[in-house]
């Protein structure tokens, strides 16, 4: 049976406390403050509210039509954000369905991003893998696979490459609360641990598996405390708030990088839409609940702050609705207009050399007429 903590336990220990440094009224505990610089403040909102447009517009596609599926990350922006912030150019992402944004944040095109969940030859990947998926080698960003939980032994394995060939470097991992109670998570934290990897382990437990509520996930008190049995160094930290999340993020590389090894961080948030597209959130949990939530929002809880320290105003935030909504219609219809992957880039990408059986289909497929298109 797992006992309640008494109260200097629960507000002193990382991994069952909260730890948390934008206060209600948008100041900073100047405590924990991490003195973050005015210009990556000011990128971090920027980001946070381009996401958050472009998963409403992704949306709208979707009920259109236009697209197949989505799956947004409303209520959770700061934890990517945070991390693309944090990451540097040689780390590696493995990332579960809400943090592709990561790749935004480290210089990866709007365009591409946008061209994956339409699956045209805009996305880099050339349409194989389903949206929402997006990858990027240029910035270091794996695709994750739809199963839950295996992206995180995949990081651990990156981070266990990294120490042997004496790199600085840290591979970032993210899973959702759902999957901790996979294997693979087991597996990977027990790898971590033992070997100390140079890895970010980052769980947002945003409160819903799915239609499973976190308190059916576990008997544990906290998610964070499940690393404390593996001997590795964890925490729960406040995933709404951006400083905190850049804090825990920045600490967590900084120790990883000098040799300490792997952090496990339980970033608590929630997800204020549906889990996808092909979800109904009404079905399962209350208004009420939710509503609760959106109070605790990330976008709205940095832009307090920012008003706080006179960087941002109304006037401000009204141009900067207006840019990125334009910069996302302009990259949406430039998209939207570009053709199908060509047919025969079927055959590209499985084989340096391409063998004989792949070549004689290659020709069979070009002898014939292409598909006809519907427009």
Known sequence: MITEPNATLRDSDPDVGL??????????????DPKVPADVLLSAYRHMRRLRLLDARMIVLQRQGRVGFYGACTGQEAVPIATG???KKDDWVFPALREQSVMLVRGFPLRAFIAQVFGNSGDVAKGRQMPSHQSGKSVHQV?????????IPQAVGAAWAM????????AFGFCGDGATSQPDFHTAMHFAATFQAPAVLVCQNNHWSISVPTARQTASRTLAV???AYGMRS???DGNDLLAMYKALSDATARARAGEGPTFIEALTYRIGAHSTSDDPTRYRTDAEVESWKKKDPVDRLAKHLRVLGLIDDAHESQLDDELTAEIGV????????????RESLFEDVYAS??????EQRAELLSMPPAPTHG
Not at 354 to 359: A, D, I, N, Q, T
């Open 85 to 87: 912030l944090v990451a």
């Open 226 to 228: 499940k690393g404390r």
């Open 235 to 237: 925490l729960r930290v």
């Open 354 to 359: 391409p063998p004989r059986h792949l070549e």
């Open 163 to 170: 120490k042997l060939r004496k790199e600085a470097n840290v």
């Open 143 to 151: 695709s994750w696979s739809s199963c839950i939980g295996p992206q």
């Open 331 to 342: 990259a949406v219809t430039e998209v939207e207009g570009m053709p199908a992957p060509r």
């Open 19 to 32: 730890f948390t440094v934008l206060r209600e009224d948008g100041s900073a505990d100047p405590a924990v």
